[in-house]
C-alpha cells in the first residue's frame, strides 16, 4: 500500500501535469483520485494471477500504471460515447443501431437550425407568436389528406391520445393485438398508465366484429386497433376488416384509433410487402385518429405522429401532456426535410427507402466493386454470396429483402469472432453477421460514402488478428 503513489505526485508527472492545465485541474484530481482508489481496492483484493506479480510491482511501476488509467480515463471522457456505426448486418431498421439513417438534406436542416435562433413559434409575417406544430403540420396533411401533430415518439402518440380520449373510461383491444414492442414497451402498459381501463376481446388468434359490440358498455370510450408489427399469427386467424370497425365506430358513436406502428408514407406493396398498410389507406377508410413512428419505416428522425379527424385531434392538441411530449427544433427540421422528400416523390433521397428499394442485382455490382478494392491478405478468402437481407424490429421484422453478401473466411483457423469484435472495437465501429465461422457482410444498409471507411475497418481488423 505504501507503493502506492500519492495524488499530488501523480500530478508532477509531465503527461499528467499537461492534461491538468489543458483539461481543468479539478477533473484530472478527480480522475486521479478515482484510479489510485481502484489501486488500492485491487491491491487489498488481489485477484488470481496478479497475486504473485504484486509482490514484484515497485512504486514507479505502479505510477507508470496509474498515469496510464488516468489517461485513457481523460481521453474517454474527451471522446463522443455516441458514435457514428456502419451498419453492415443488412438489417434496415435496426433499433438499436439508431433506426433510419437521416437523408442528406434533414441532416442539413438539423445543422442549419441548430446552431442560431428560429422561428420555431414565431410568424415571421405577423411578427407575433405561432404554433410549432405548423413547420411539418402543412406538409403531413398534403401527404395524408388530414391534419396531424408531432409528439416524441409513437409510444408517446399512442399514450396521449388514450389520455385524451378514454382515462375515464374503457378501452376494446383484441386479445390478438396486445403486443410488446421490444425494450418492454407494451400494449396493456401504456394503457393502464394513460388511466383508461383495458377491455380485451376475442382469442390470441381469432377476433370478431361481434366480440368488440358485445364488450361495448356506457364506459366504453374508444376501440382500438393496434398492427401487429412484430410477429405474425399464421394459420386459423381472424380479425374484422378496419372497414368494419369504422363502421361499428361510426354506429356506437365511439371513435375507431389504429396504431399503425411502423406508418408507411410509400406504398411497400409496390416491393411486394403485404404487412406494412400505408397510413393514407388507414385514414380513407375513416379511422378517427391514427398513430405512427418517424423513424421507421417512414425513415426520418425519432417522431411520433397523430393524424386523423380534425374534431379528435383538437381535443389531443390541447391536453397538457402535449406539453410534456412535443419534439424540439430539431425533429420539426429533420422531419420536414423528410417529408418535403415524399412529397416531391424524391424517395431515393431517403437512405432507408433507397436501401429498400435497391434491388439484389444492385447490391451485387457494388458488392463486386468493393470486393475488388479490398486486396486482402492471401490467407483470406473473400466470396458473394446470395442472402437475404431483413426490414428489422421495428416493422415486419421477418420481411426479407434478397441480397448479395460478402463472405470472409480466415485461413488458418483464426477466428472470425475475434474478427468481428475488433470491427466493433474499431475507431470506426462496424457491426456485421457471422455464419457458418464466416463474417457476412451486406452492403445493403452501407451507404456509399460509407464503403471506404469500411474497407479501411476491415483491412485493420483483418491485418491485426494477423499474428
Ligand atoms: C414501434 C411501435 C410502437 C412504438 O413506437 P416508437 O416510435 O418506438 O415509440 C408502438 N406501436 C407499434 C405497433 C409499433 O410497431
Redesign the pocket.
Known amino acids: 500500500m505504501r507503493r502506492v503513489p500519492s495524488v499530488d505526485e501523480l500530478l508532477k508527472r509531465p503527461r499528467i501535469e499537461e492534461r491538468a492545465k489543458g483539461s481543468g485541474r479539478a477533473l484530472v484530481v478527480a480522475e486521479a483520485r478515482a484510479v489510485l482508489d481502484e489501486l488500492r481496492q485491487a491491491i487489498r483484493k488481489p485477484s488470481g494471477p496478479a497475486e504473485g506479480a504484486n509482490q514484484s510491482i515497485n512504486t514507479a511501476s505502479l505510477a507508470d500504471a496509474a498515469e496510464e488509467k488516468i489517461i485513457r480515463r481523460l481521453n474517454a471522457l474527451g471522446s463522443p460515447s455516441l458514435q457514428r456505426v456502419i451498419n453492415a448486418t443488412g438489417v434496415v431498421l435496426h433499433t438499436n443501431l439508431g433506426r433510419a439513417p437521416l437523408s442528406e438534406a434533414a441532416v442539413r436542416a438539423i445543422t442549419e437550425t441548430a446552431g442560431g435562433y428560429s422561428n420555431l413559434e414565431y410568424d415571421l409575417a405577423s411578427g407575433k407568436r405561432g404554433k410549432r406544430d405548423l413547420h411539418a403540420g402543412g406538409l403531413l396533411e398534403k401527404l395524408l389528406g388530414a391534419p396531424a401533430i408531432v409528439v416524441n415518439?409513437?409510444?408517446?402518440a399512442?399514450f396521449l391520445v388514450l389520455n385524451e380520449l378514454a382515462s375515464d373510461g374503457e378501452v376494446i383491444v383484441s386479445r390478438g393485438e396486445l403486443?410488446e414492442?421490444g425494450d418492454g414497451?407494451r400494449i396493456p402498459d401504456i394503457l393502464a398508465r394513460s388511466g383508461a381501463t383495458l377491455r380485451e376481446v376475442g382469442t390470441t388468434n381469432r377476433t370478431g366484429l361481434a366480440d368488440y359490440r358485445d364488450a361495448v358498455s356506457e364506459r366504453t370510450r374508444m376501440l382500438l386497433r393496434?398492427?401487429p408489427?412484430?410477429f405474425r399469427v399464421v394459420g386459423f386467424t381472424a380479425r374484422p376488416g378496419l372497414d368494419e370497425m369504422v363502421a361499428l365506430g361510426g354506429e356506437l358513436r365511439l371513435p375507431v384509433v389504429e396504431?399503425l406502428?411502423?406508418g408507411c408514407l410509400y406504398d411497400f406493396a409496390q416491393q411486394g410487402f403485404e404487412d406494412e398498410p400505408p397510413v393514407v389507406e388507414s385514414l380513407r377508410a375513416g379511422t378517427d385518429l391514427v398513430t405512427f413512428?418517424g423513424?421507421?419505416l417512414l425513415g426520418g428522425p425519432?417522431a411520433?405522429i397523430i393524424a386523423g379527424k380534425p374534431e379528435w385531434l383538437r381535443r389531443v392538441r390541447r391536453n397538457p401532456l402535449f406539453r410534456a411530449l412535443r419534439v424540439d427544433k430539431l425533429t420539426y427540421a429533420a422531419l420536414e426535410a423528410t417529408l418535403r422528400d415524399y412529397l416531391f416523390g424524391r424517395y431515393d433521397h431517403i437512405p432507408l427507402l433507397r436501401m429498400i428499394r435497391a434491388g439484389a442485382e444492385d447490391i451485387q455490382r457494388r458488392a463486386e466493386r468493393f470486393v475488388g478494392g479490398l486486396s486482402l491478405g492471401e490467407s483470406i478468402s473473400i466470396s458473394l454470396q446470395s442472402g437475404e437481407s431483413v426490414l428489422g424490429g421495428?416493422s415486419t421484422p421477418a420481411q426479407s429483402i434478397p441480397t448479395t453478401l460478402i463472405r470472409i473466411r480466415t485461413g488458418n483457423g483464426r477466428s472470425v469472432a475475434r474478427i468481428e469484435a475488433s470491427l466493433r472495437q474499431g475507431d470506426q465501429p462496424v457491426v456485421a453477421r457471422i455464419e457458418d465461422d464466416a463474417l457476412l457482410i451486406d452492403l445493403r444498409t452501407v451507404q456509399a460514402a460509407e464503403e471506404e471507411p469500411l474497407t479501411n475497418a476491415l483491412r485493420s481488423a483483418l491485418g491485426e488478428t494477423n499474428e
Open positions: 415518439n409513437n409510444a408517446a399512442i403486443i414492442i414497451f393496434v398492427h408489427s412484430n396504431d406502428g411502423s413512428s423513424d421507421k425519432q411520433g421495428g
